[in-house]
């Protein structure tokens, strides 16, 4: 590809994506800063993972209240959430509601895929092409394009030989699936299986669950909002806001009430009976101890263990629900309504996989250990190629025509998450090495674009034409990840943040565990003095060049 290429038009800002990411860089680089933005969007709406997962019992887990924009005041007060745990629709009535609210539908080109991306050298701009064979220019070039949002389909024989319907959570037919009277299977118990898990259940003629590692699954505690609460939190939630940017999740979370190692049995039960009757993922922050001390673990754990056992009336199939082989917290914990009580249904059956893996489809069915299961339906709820999968899915080719995906195979490395050393002027929003989905995602967006935000202003200010991270900056941060994430263990299981779900992908820590607040105030630190890590190259200096 030159980058001498005829192009169709030139702007200061590419944005790929037009999810919750997308829409809000939009929002900040064209309507605050003035510039001239250009937008790609693969799919026909706004609202990217929204947008696409429309599977049975989506929704969101964290609270809606939480879970939304907070650049508006205007837009927090309008909206109205009905529900603690909002549902896909929901969310993507929202999603669509800033669009239009904001006017930011006329700058994106749907059903549009950025296929390329060339820096050129001689000009510090980006030479963007799209499978429409569009190409445009731009002096800065920012990702949206979600952590969650390249679905991974296992390599499993015979696949392409089923007669039946094969379906992805992550990419559910638009115009919904009737599944009533059918035979359904459902490869997958994360956070996706375990929401659609119960409402394919109601549906089906027939549910055949197929579980590799059980999940912990909490109880939602879902319900219709209560509008005095929603007021109360209306009338406070300019601080409500502030206290989210800087905690360590992103959102309201209640304070321990000491390690579950020194308060005694009685207290520790009184209070995780208390947090499992609200619901939500509170539970998870019952005890100081729980994430860092495998005995303290065992305390919130064997409590999971045990209302799975009064949940399942079948003790042999409440064994094989319990996970037993990692700690509570070393996979994204799940968050579900009648999830347990499911399997006590008639027309659900659980097949364990982990001791006789699926080996085939067939034309009928799935193969596993020595039976096949007859299904008219295959779900996959196999998860994503998580955090890299979808910038590595467009072709960037930075300084020198290096590849970014041949760059990050073996070590997908961001400054701040934010820049990769040998591709200037390129920002990932949620990229590798940021908090990104470890914590509510909407509060990662928000700090990312205003970061980002900002320093395009210093950019503007100061005649600068060229911004590149530092490659000791990047492997300094790196190495804080790694550090970081060793006190997790979600680092130390197989998952989707280790890169541990796809065959071949490199096995390193994709997120940083350190929380939202201390990431703020590290990036806050680095743009006060100066744009510390990243290289900055005047106008003038850079053509003399
Ligand atoms: P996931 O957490 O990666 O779960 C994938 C599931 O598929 C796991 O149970 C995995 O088993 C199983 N699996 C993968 N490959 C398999 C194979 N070849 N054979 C059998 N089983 C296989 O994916 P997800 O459930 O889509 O969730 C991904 C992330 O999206 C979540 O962690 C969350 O961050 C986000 N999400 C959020 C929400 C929400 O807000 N409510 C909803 C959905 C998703 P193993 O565990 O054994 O690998």
Redesign the pocket.
């Given at each position: 590809m030159t980058t001498a290429q005829e192009v169709d038009q030139t702007v200061d800002a590419v944005v790929i994506g037009a999810g919750f990411a997308g829409m809000y860089a939009l929002h900040r680089l064209r309507d605050d800063l003035g510039l001239d933005v250009r937008v790609f969007e693969r799919g026909s709406g706004v609202g990217g993972t929204w947008f696409w997962?429309r599977y049975p019992g989506?929704?969101?887990?964290?609270e809606s209240m939480y879970y939304s924009y907070s650049f508006s005041e205007d837009l927090e007060q309008e909206w109205q959430w009905t529900e603690r745990?909002p549902t896909q629709p929901e969310i993507l009535d929202y999603a669509n509601h800033v669009a239009d609210r904001f006017g930011l539908r006329d700058t994106i080109t749907f059903d549009t895929s950025v296929d390329r991306a060339d820096f050129d050298e001689g000009s510090n701009t980006w030479v963007v092409t799209t499978d429409a064979g569009e190409v445009v220019r731009a002096k800065f070039l920012i990702t949206a394009v979600g952590?969650?949002s390249t679905s991974?389909l296992?390599a499993?024989d015979g696949l392409s030989d089923f007669t039946g319907r094969i379906l992805h959570?992550?990419q559910w037919p638009h115009e919904g699936v009737d599944l009533e009277g059918k035979r359904v299977a459902v490869?997958?118990?994360?956070?996706?299986?375990?929401?659609a898990i119960p409402e394919i259940a109601r549906q089906a003629q027939h549910l055949t669950v197929?579980?590799?590692?059980p999940?912990f699954v909490l109880p939602a505690g879902n319900r219709p909002l209560d509008p005095e609460n929603v007021a109360d939190i209306k009338s406070r939630y300019r601080d409500i806001r502030e206290s989210v940017k800087n905690s360590v999740a992103g959102t309201i979370v209640e304070y321990p009430i000491g390690s579950a190692l020194e308060l005694d049995e009685e207290t520790r039960r009184r209070e995780l009976d208390r947090r499992w009757a609200v619901g939500g993922s509170d539970i998870m922050a019952t005890f100081t101890d729980t994430s860092v001390n495998l005995e303290a673990n065992a305390v919130l754990a064997d409590y999971v263990r045990e209302r799975i056992a009064s949940d399942v009336k079948s003790p042999d199939l409440a064994a094989h629900l319990s996970p037993q082989t990692y700690p509570i917290g070393a996979?994204?914990i799940?968050?579900g309504t009648d999830y347990y009580t499911t399997y006590n249904r008639e027309n659900v059956t659980l097949v364990d996989?982990?001791n006789s893996?699926?080996t085939a489809v067939t034309a009928q069915g799935i193969v596993a250990g020595d039976e096949e299961h007859e299904v008219d339906v295959i779900v996959?709820?196999?998860?994503?190629d998580?955090v890299t999968g979808a910038i590595n899915g467009i072709d960037i080719n930075g300084v020198g025509g290096r590849s970014l995906r041949e760059t990050w195979e073996t070590n997908p490395q961001a400054y701040l998450g934010l820049s990769s050393a040998g591709f200037p002027n390129l920002f990932f929003i949620t990229g590798p090495g940021s908090p990104s989905?470890l914590v509510n995602v909407i509060v990662s967006i928000e700090q990312h674009v205003d970061w980002i935000h900002d320093l395009l202003i210093h950019v503007r200010d100061n005649n600068i034409d060229r911004v590149e991270a530092q490659p000791a900056a990047q492997d300094d941060w790196s190495a804080h990840i790694a550090e970081r994430s060793q006190s997790s263990f979600l680092s130390k299981t197989?998952?989707?943040q280790t890169g541990?779900?796809i065959p071949g992908k490199a096995q390193v820590f994709l997120l940083y565990v350190g929380g939202m607040g201390p990431y703020r105030k590290t990036c806050d630190e680095v743009a006060a003095a100066g744009y510390t890590g990243f290289t900055l190259t005047p106008a003038r200096q850079s053509a003399i060049a």
């Amino acid at each position: 590809m030159t980058t001498a290429q005829e192009v169709d038009q030139t702007v200061d800002a590419v944005v790929i994506g037009a999810g919750f990411a997308g829409m809000y860089a939009l929002h900040r680089l064209r309507d605050d800063l003035g510039l001239d933005v250009r937008v790609f969007e693969r799919g026909s709406g706004v609202g990217g993972t929204w947008f696409w997962n429309r599977y049975p019992g989506a929704r969101c887990d964290v609270e809606s209240m939480y879970y939304s924009y907070s650049f508006s005041e205007d837009l927090e007060q309008e909206w109205q959430w009905t529900e603690r745990y909002p549902t896909q629709p929901e969310i993507l009535d929202y999603a669509n509601h800033v669009a239009d609210r904001f006017g930011l539908r006329d700058t994106i080109t749907f059903d549009t895929s950025v296929d390329r991306a060339d820096f050129d050298e001689g000009s510090n701009t980006w030479v963007v092409t799209t499978d429409a064979g569009e190409v445009v220019r731009a002096k800065f070039l920012i990702t949206a394009v979600g952590c969650l949002s390249t679905s991974q389909l296992p390599a499993i024989d015979g696949l392409s030989d089923f007669t039946g319907r094969i379906l992805h959570t992550g990419q559910w037919p638009h115009e919904g699936v009737d599944l009533e009277g059918k035979r359904v299977a459902v490869i997958g118990t994360g956070s996706s299986g375990v929401q659609a898990i119960p409402e394919i259940a109601r549906q089906a003629q027939h549910l055949t669950v197929f579980q590799r590692t059980p999940p912990f699954v909490l109880p939602a505690g879902n319900r219709p909002l209560d509008p005095e609460n929603v007021a109360d939190i209306k009338s406070r939630y300019r601080d409500i806001r502030e206290s989210v940017k800087n905690s360590v999740a992103g959102t309201i979370v209640e304070y321990p009430i000491g390690s579950a190692l020194e308060l005694d049995e009685e207290t520790r039960r009184r209070e995780l009976d208390r947090r499992w009757a609200v619901g939500g993922s509170d539970i998870m922050a019952t005890f100081t101890d729980t994430s860092v001390n495998l005995e303290a673990n065992a305390v919130l754990a064997d409590y999971v263990r045990e209302r799975i056992a009064s949940d399942v009336k079948s003790p042999d199939l409440a064994a094989h629900l319990s996970p037993q082989t990692y700690p509570i917290g070393a996979k994204r914990i799940c968050i579900g309504t009648d999830y347990y009580t499911t399997y006590n249904r008639e027309n659900v059956t659980l097949v364990d996989i982990r001791n006789s893996p699926i080996t085939a489809v067939t034309a009928q069915g799935i193969v596993a250990g020595d039976e096949e299961h007859e299904v008219d339906v295959i779900v996959f709820a196999t998860g994503y190629d998580a955090v890299t999968g979808a910038i590595n899915g467009i072709d960037i080719n930075g300084v020198g025509g290096r590849s970014l995906r041949e760059t990050w195979e073996t070590n997908p490395q961001a400054y701040l998450g934010l820049s990769s050393a040998g591709f200037p002027n390129l920002f990932f929003i949620t990229g590798p090495g940021s908090p990104s989905v470890l914590v509510n995602v909407i509060v990662s967006i928000e700090q990312h674009v205003d970061w980002i935000h900002d320093l395009l202003i210093h950019v503007r200010d100061n005649n600068i034409d060229r911004v590149e991270a530092q490659p000791a900056a990047q492997d300094d941060w790196s190495a804080h990840i790694a550090e970081r994430s060793q006190s997790s263990f979600l680092s130390k299981t197989a998952n989707w943040q280790t890169g541990a779900n796809i065959p071949g992908k490199a096995q390193v820590f994709l997120l940083y565990v350190g929380g939202m607040g201390p990431y703020r105030k590290t990036c806050d630190e680095v743009a006060a003095a100066g744009y510390t890590g990243f290289t900055l190259t005047p106008a003038r200096q850079s053509a003399i060049a």
